[in-house]
Nanobody
Framework: QVQLVESGGGLVHPGGSLRLSCAASGTIFNINNMAWYRQAPGKERELVATITSGGSTNYADSVKGRFTISRANAGNAVYLQMNSLKPEDTAVYYC?????????????WGQGTQVTVAS
């Protein structure tokens, strides 16, 4: 079974940095787009950043210039480097990927990792 496992969340002071990682495991033949979403308390889940198989990236306006999404294809992993963190960044962050495994292309989600920005 394909799984996305996230790690790297935690508590950080405003202005600090944090690096999230997401590793895909299981029977995987190919991975297309990967992305990070987040959901803050009382808010809808929002798209934070995406990266295509070709390396093209897109960011939400709220994180542009502060966050960087990257991909390690050999390890089927995606990362989110978060700098200049603000309290507004506090949320559960979810990894998402479109994966070809034993089934036709489908989307998969990680379990989520909590990021708290406070002091």
């Amino acid at each position: 079974q394909v799984q996305l496992v996230e790690s790297g969340g935690g508590l950080v002071h405003p202005g600090g940095s944090l690096r999230l990682s997401c590793a895909a495991s299981g029977t995987i033949f190919n991975i297309n787009n990967m992305a990070w979403y987040r959901q803050a308390p009382g808010k809808e889940r929002e798209l934070v950043a995406t990266i295509t198989s070709g390396g093209s990236t897109n960011y939400a306006d709220s994180v542009k210039g502060r966050f960087t999404i990257s991909r390690a294809n050999a390890g089927n992993a995606v990362y989110l480097q978060m700098n200049s963190l603000k309290p507004e960044d506090t949320a559960v962050y979810y990894c998402h990927a479109v994966i070809l495994g034993t089934k036709p292309w489908d989307d998969y989600w990680g379990q989520g990792t909590q990021v708290t920005v406070a002091s």
